[in-house]
């Protein structure tokens, strides 16, 4: 019989091993598999409708619409995330941190307030017709859906390559150098491969996030016919036949979820060990790019921000910054700043508070589950099938998981904080994956020689462990939050006047043709977020330098 | 230093915990110092702001209501009432929709009270039906840029005009429930070909009645057809939008109410009562929309307005649906 774990472990840890991972397996059962039991069960309770939804060719089109963007999506990410972040870690130590910290901006808009500042920046009457008399008219429908999810992904793909490339040794690379390769063919023959292995993981990561968006496909997409499967459920649910949509939307549910599940374990199978957020390693390779290289690589890197972050950005401020929408919004007799002061004398301020207390609960209690998580279940091989399972809430809509979650706990939570919070948990335990992989790639030699020196459990992880762990866990906080800060749909179903979220505001602004208040919410939001990027870039730069500072002392 | 930093650390992480899952617990302080009040629960389809003026005025009206107004769009309404009704109960005592298109179903569901309000007797039948009646109303008219070089149009018919090709914006049905009535009152009195000529002229079906209004704002289409209270909300704050009502009929689209049968409890009446009364008819009017009840002074006198027969575009749902889809969207 296979043992369930592979290296047995001393007596009383294992104990507390399997504490862990029992107490750990409770709150994922309640917070996971209850609700998608709920979800299926609600599914199953409408018979063969579920089945026959499935088969219709409304289903099967909006399958496909997900399918195909999400892939174009992606292979246009991966493309400029590789090509940026080649670009960024060709630059001087000095400058690679900035110029990384702004090609991750894009990442810090929400995608819905992205999609809607550039139909503000390039339709006809946007600011690109008013000020040079082109527009795209492309913008609503398939392409713009694709369009927008690749410029809004490219930064995690950025975020894995850039990492990547930071843990490729540099001695192959020189050694062809050495020999008189060129630099391309030595990059092909000693970098690429590497590159190329870890295509999948980041690929399947970025797949996941393009086929589960709301925001992009609900302000480009559906205007334009086009429909992917969370608008399609979103729009099933907006009116006609209560039974007939909420059996629509359930099969639909489950199949985005079959299809995450099938891309998953592709992922698993034709992807590599090596895992993706992380940038750890010694005597790394170095680019060492030519100065007309440089410049080239950043004139584009600019030039393609200037084109989907900053003329967009200025267009949303505008449009914030105007005093009816639809007046020409480059004429400064036009402006005011009522659309800001309307939003402080309102509650929206109270609903940024919420939104930024519950994300940072929900991306710290997940950070703090993710390293027990990866600590406890780093010797049994076998529970690591849970990591398939806890991707499946990623990929269901935002609305689904808020009916699961209203079917499983509203009868003791409803119109709490903490339903939210649950939803939030629920929604963004995937996220956690990377970590919980990263963690049986940490080289286990260190903790050994801590544990012959006499260090303690706790001693030996934090001295061992921590270190590699650290910046991952970081990213794994950062992406909690800025997921859940910028739902738009769980916290809607979810809240009462109470516990109203910036989702309620941005999602009621949006839904009422609110324009001036949907792009004063979003350009507060993304000011507040990009300054934040900005911060935690300044102090990570100072905590590098002061541990820098006292290992020297030290 | 270090153990004060760990005690800041867990005290502030605490005072987070409180908050994020504490704050909504009602004060024992409040809880003590008022007579017991009667609390309602109101899922409405409505802005945030107008859900806001409407508590206060019946609260006004009524001190002894303790209304909590839950605002959204009619889906986000609607998902939360299919999921609450799965989950073993609807919270809400009223729900309020901006369409009257799934009031059926959820009468058939036997989640509507059959209560019928005070002053609603004489209420046209076509706003009006099982468990629901309307005490406002939306009109689907035809709205225009002002910056327009075009002629205002005067009717629905003047928009197949070839001086309007490409200009034309209008709703989804599949999306929007008021285009849904417009749709199927004018393939009733003008036909389908009415439709193929729109779309012949290049008239182009985006998604909501909203989406309409924001296109025609900003100038991406000189000419929509939406609704009054878009056109009217953007003219209001000074957006180069003006209204057209057609001379062949504006299509109004009843804003359903009704009691949530499980919750329908005196305030709930009370209520109900209240939004059919005077006070409550000048509380649309004052946020403007259109009252059910007595001359609205937002639609100009004389204006022709046609009532559509809704059980009727209700039960030829799904044809309208097909062929507004193979007209515009195949």
Same mark, same amino acid.
């Given at each position: ?82 090509? *940026? ?19 991750? !901006? ?121 429909? *992917? ?78 084109? +989907?972050? +900053? ?120 996220? $956690? ?35 590699? $762990? ?19 749909? $769980?916290?809607? !179903? ?36 990009? %300054?934040?990027?900005? !911060? ?8 590098? %330098? ?5 290992? +020297?002392?030290? | ?50 859900? /806001? ?5 019946? #609260? ?48 058939? #569901? ?51 005009? =070839?001086?309007?090709?490409? #200009? ?62 878009? /056109? ?67 639609? =100009? ?13 209700? /039960? ?15």
């Amino acid at each position: 019989m296979t043992r369930l774990w592979q290296s047995p472990r001393m007596g009383g840890h294992r104990v507390w091993s399997w504490i862990g991972i029992g107490v750990l397996l409770a709150i994922f059962g309640i917070i996971i598999l209850w609700p998608l039991g709920e979800l299926v069960t609600a599914a199953l309770a409408q018979g063969l409708g579920v089945v026959r939804e499935l088969a219709t060719t409304e289903t099967v089109s909006a399958l496909e619409n997900s399918v195909i963007a999400s892939l174009l999506a992606t292979i246009l990410a991966l493309a400029i995330g590789l090509g *940026m972040a080649l670009v960024v870690f060709g630059l001087s130590e000095r400058s690679r941190t900035w110029w990384f910290t702004i090609a991750m !901006l894009p990442l810090f808009i929400p995608p819905f307030v992205d999609a809607f500042a550039w139909l503000e920046a390039y339709t006809q009457g946007g600011l690109s017709s008013q000020l040079m008399h082109w527009s795209f008219s492309w913008l609503y429908g398939f392409w713009g859906v694709v369009i927008l999810l690749a410029v809004h992904t490219a930064p995690l793909a950025l975020l894995s390559f850039y990492a990547a490339l930071g843990r490729i040794r540099g001695h192959a690379y020189n050694a062809a150098r050495i020999f008189g390769a060129t630099g391309t063919r030595a990059f092909f023959t000693a970098v690429w491969p590497h590159i190329r292995s870890i295509i999948p993981s980041i690929g399947g990561l970025v797949f996941i996030f393009c086929i589960g968006d709301f925001g992009i496909p609900l302000v480009l997409g559906l205007p334009g016919h086009f429909l *992917m499967v969370t608008t399609d459920i979103y729009q099933d649910l907006s009116y006609a036949a209560i039974p007939g949509s909420f059996t629509q939307a359930l099969s639909l549910s489950l199949s985005l979820a079959i299809f995450a599940v099938a891309a998953i374990v592709i992922q698993r199978i034709v992807g590599t060990q090596e895992t993706t957020l992380a940038a750890v390693g010694a005597h790394p390779w170095s680019s060492n790019l030519s100065s007309r290289a440089s410049k080239i690589g950043v004139g584009a890197v600019v030039g393609y921000l200037l084109f +989907v972050l +900053v003329f967009p950005f200025l267009s949303l401020m505008l449009t914030a910054l105007v005093r009816a929408y639809g007046l020409v919004a480059t004429a400064p007799r036009n402006w005011t700043l009522a659309n800001f002061t309307a939003l402080i004398r309102g509650s929206v301020g109270l609903a940024i508070l919420h939104s930024v207390l519950l994300a940072a609960a929900a991306a710290t209690a997940l950070a703090i589950l993710g390293v027990v998580l990866s600590e406890v279940i780093r010797n049994y091989v076998r529970l690591a099938i849970v990591q398939s399972v806890i991707w499946i809430p990623y990929t269901v809509p935002g609305s689904v998981i808020g009916i699961t979650m209203i079917l499983t706990f509203n009868r003791w939570f409803y119109g709490t904080f903490f339903i939210i919070f649950l939803a939030y948990l629920a929604k963004f335990w995937g996220l $956690m994956d990377p970590l919980i992989a990263f963690r049986r790639d940490v080289p286990k030699s260190l903790e050994r020689a801590a544990r012959i020196f006499g260090a303690k459990a706790g001693r030996t992880y934090w001295t061992a462990v921590w270190p590699w $762990m650290s910046s991952l866990t970081g990213s794994l906080w950062l992406l909690v939050f800025i997921n859940a800060l910028y739902e738009l749909t $769980m916290s809607s !179903l979810l809240y009462t006047p109470r516990t109203e979220t910036l989702a309620v505001v941005v999602l009621n602004a949006q839904q009422q043709g609110n324009v001036t208040t949907t792009a004063a919410v979003g350009t507060l939001i993304a000011l507040l977020m990009m %300054a934040g990027a900005v !911060l935690i870039n300044v102090g990570s730069r100072r905590l590098r %330098a002061s541990s820098k500072e006292s290992e +020297v002392v030290g | 230093m270090q153990r004060h930093r760990k005690s800041a650390a867990l005290l502030g992480a605490a005072g987070l915990l409180m908050v994020v899952c504490g704050a909504s617990a009602p004060s024992a302080a409040k809880a003590q110092s008022a007579f017991p009040k009667q609390s309602l629960t109101i899922y409405a389809a409505l802005t945030t702001a107008n859900g /806001a003026t409407l508590t206060q005025d019946f #609260e006004r009206y009524d001190p002894n209501a303790n209304v909590t107004m839950v605002t959204g769009g009619t889906g986000t309404i609607l998902s939360r009432v299919a999921a609450e009704q799965a989950a073993g109960g609807v919270h809400a005592n009223v729900i309020m929709l901006a369409d009257p298109t799934s009031m059926a179903s959820l009468s058939q #569901e036997k989640l509507l009270a059959s209560y019928v309000p005070k002053g609603t007797k004489n209420l046209a039948k076509n706003l009006k039906g099982p468990g629901w009646e309307a005490p406002y109303l939306f009109n689907n008219v035809i709205i225009y840029h002002k910056g327009m070089s075009l002629p205002i149009p005067t009717s629905w018919k003047d928009l197949t005009k =070839p001086i309007y090709k490409n #200009e034309i914006e209008l709703g989804n049905p599949s999306y929007s429930g008021t285009t849904l009535g417009m749709v199927g009152y004018l393939s009733q009195t003008l036909g389908w070909k009415y439709f193929h000529q729109l779309e012949s002229n290049g008239a182009v079906s985006v998604a909501s009645t909203n989406t309409v209004g924001v296109d025609v704002a900003a100038g991406t289409k000189d000419i929509g057809i939406s609704l009054d209270v878009v /056109a009217r909300n953007f003219e209001s704050a000074g957006s180069p939008v003006g209204i057209v009502w057609p001379k062949d009929g504006a299509v109004v689209a009843p804003a359903p109410v009704g009691i949530v049968a499980k919750n329908n409890n005196a305030t709930a009446r009370i209520f109900l009562n209240w939004l059919f009364s005077k006070a409550g008819q000048n509380a649309w009017q004052r946020m403007g929309y259109q009252r059910a009840i007595g001359q609205s002074l937002l639609v =100009p006198a004389h204006t022709k307005v046609d009532n559509p027969n809704w059980t009727k575009i209700m /039960a030829q749902e799904t044809t309208i649906l097909n062929n507004f889809q193979k007209i515009f969207v195949q």
